[in-house]
T-cell receptor, first 115, second 115 residues
Framework: AQSVTQLGSHVSVSEGALVLLRCNYSSSVPPYLFWYVQYPNQGLQLLLK??????LVKGINGFEAEFKKSETSFHLTKPSAHMSDAAEYFCAASVRGSTLGRLYFGRGTQLTVWP | EAGVVQSPRYKIIEKKQPVAFWCNPI?????LYWYLQNLGQGPELLIR????????DSQLPKDRFSAERLKGVDSTLKIQPAELGDSAVYLCASSTRDSGGDEQFFGPGTRLTVL
């Protein structure tokens, strides 16, 4: 089974500051990797996914993530935080070759953005 | 296009009572998932359907949980009897392979409180 670890259950940044949310996976075969965002009382929304050789993945709302096999990491970044980015973020993995199978989620990181 | 619909959005019951959750996936999506999200945790897959067939139910506690997707469209997840530890958010998601689709779309969830 895949295992996904998100370092830091809470991250706080000022508006305009860099956002960095950390995710590591534990698998001998690099899985497919995803970042989801969840706003209060809403379902999870896909931000971006890594499924190919392109290690830098760009997503919606200005977010991007870089897959680093040597570090087994897939950290999520955004150059300049906006108040509307405040939400919970989940990193997830699936078996390589299948984006529609079981997703293995991390515990989530709550992002707070201060004005 | 309507998203994944779940009802009820909130449910409060006493322990040992039965409860059922309903999910209507996005039209045309043949794959349906039920995930369990405990407080402070990421979602965990309970069961996945391909049309009417349950193809991954290894994490479904079958002594008290059951699910059905009789016509390959809507699905119902049932708990009988409910226990205090079942308090959580139950998420439904759907997906399709048509047109190269490779994303799971999530509903807003049903928040269950067992007293």
């Amino acid at each position: 089974a895949q295992s996904v670890t998100q370092l830091g259950s809470h991250v706080s940044v000022s508006e305009g500051a860099l956002v960095l949310l950390r995710c590591n996976y534990s698998s001998s075969v690099p899985p497919y990797l995803f970042w989801y965002v969840q706003y209060p009382n809403q379902g999870l929304q896909l931000l971006l996914k890594y499924t190919s050789a392109a290690t830098l993945v760009k997503g919606i709302n200005g977010f991007e993530a870089e897959f680093k096999k040597s570090e087994t990491s897939f950290h999520l970044t955004k150059p300049s935080a906006h108040m509307s980015d405040a939400a919970e973020y989940f990193c997830a993995a699936s078996v390589r070759g299948s984006t529609l199978g079981r997703l293995y989620f991390g515990r989530g990181t709550q992002l707070t953005v201060w004005p | 296009e309507a998203g994944v619909v779940q009802s009820p959005r909130y449910k409060i019951i006493e322990k040992k009572q039965p409860v059922a959750f309903w999910c209507n996936p996005i039209s045309g999506h043949n794959t349906l998932y039920w995930y369990l999200q405990n407080l402070g945790q990421g979602p965990e897959l309970l069961i996945r359907y391909e049309n009417e067939e349950a193809v991954d139910d290894s994490q479904l506690p079958k002594d008290r949980f059951s699910a059905e997707r009789l016509k390959g469209v809507d699905s119902t997840l049932k708990i009988q009897p409910a226990e205090l530890g079942d308090s959580a958010v139950y998420l439904c998601a759907s997906s399709t392979r048509d047109s190269g689709g490779d994303e799971q779309f999530f509903g807003p969830g049903t928040r269950l409180t067992v007293l």
